[in-house]
């Protein structure tokens, strides 16, 4: 059983590597496991190259049939009760570093564990898009403005608004943006990791103005531009949320504020199974509960 498992994952990961990091295997015992369940059938079941593997035409038979018995026998399981759905193990999140700390996900982490005393949580904040298959990780959180083609599942979480916005005291030196056109003549943040970077959208009824952006400050983090922006450097397109606290106390203000840019949603995101672990479906639904899958 523990080689047709292995031989999943493997397919399902795409490579040796990932699949040992799925498994808690390292690679050589899964090459291992293959080898011996290929010397068993007599056949060839994965063309091997450095980097991935692939199916022969046998191992794409044998792939289609085992994995039936195996969510069949997972089935199987799961019917023998609760007992059995106890979210435990480790936990392996990936998540951006603004998004965790100006969101109540980072507040609410320790609301989780509590719930969950079986449960460890290993969370990693980077602002790179993560490989969540090949780098091993349960689950990842994404901000995007539109969803990604992708084979991994996902579940919205929440939406915030974009917001232009700026010092005071910029507008009071350079005046205030009355359309958004006007953005051309103004200094503007960048956000390089946005999927907008370098044209602004903007919308008003039946009407849609694309602004280039080309600012002299690029910078990879939200907690860069906000903090150019309460220094007066310039005024820049960036999600209400990670401004709430410099809106409310005056730092910062808001332009343009009858036209409306892409929302940013929030997602969970996580590899497609038909049966997902206790320990993701918990964290996710977690996450809805905090979060309210609402908007800012």
């Known amino acids: 059983m523990t080689a047709l498992s292995v031989f999943r994952q493997v397919v399902e990961f795409g490579s ?4 040992s990091r799925r498994l808690g295997l390292s690679p050589a015992a899964i090459s291992k ?6 010397a068993h059938l007599g056949v060839r079941l994965l063309n091997r190259t450095t980097r991935r593997v692939s199916l022969t035409e046998a191992g794409s038979l044998y792939y289609e049939q085992i994995t039936r018995v195996l969510d069949d026998l997972d089935a199987a399981d799961s019917s023998l009760g609760p007992l059995q759905q106890v979210p435990k193990g480790v936990l392996r999140i990936t998540a951006p570093v603004t998004l965790t700390l100006l969101t109540p996900l ?3 982490m320790p609301k989780f564990l509590d719930r969950y005393p079986e449960l460890s949580v290993d969370l990693r904040m980077e602002d790179r898009r993560v490989n969540i298959v090949e780098e ?6 994404r901000a995007m403005d ?6 991994l599942v996902s579940r919205k979480l929440m939406t915030t608004r974009h917001v232009v916005s ?10 205030v943006p009355e359309d958004p056109a ?4 103004h200094s503007c943040v960048q956000f390089t990791l946005s999927g907008h970077p370098d044209e602004w959208v903007f919308h008003r009824g039946d009407r849609t103005v694309r602004v280039p952006i080309d600012g002299r400050y690029k910078v990879t983090s939200s907690l860069a531009v906000r903090d150019a922006l309460c220094a007066g450097f310039g005024l820049s397109l960036i999600p209400s949320v990670y401004v709430s606290e410099e809106l409310a106390n005056g730092r910062l203000r808001t332009v343009l504020d009858d036209w409306s840019a892409v929302d940013l949603s929030v997602y969970a995101i996580y590899p497609s199974r038909r049966h997902i672990v206790p320990k993701v479906r918990a964290f996710v639904d977690f996450l809805v509960e905090e979060l309210g899958a609402g908007s800012g």
């Open 146 to 151: 539109s969803l990604e083609d992708s084979s």
């Open 166 to 175: 700026g010092a005071p005291s910029y507008f009071d030196r350079f005046g």
């Open 182 to 185: 006007d953005l051309l003549r």
């Open 136 to 141: 091993g990780f349960d689950l990842a959180i």
């Open 33 to 38: 496991n293959v080898s011996e369940l290929e």
């Open 16 to 19: 040796f590597v990932a699949a």
């Open 106 to 108: 980072s507040r609410a």
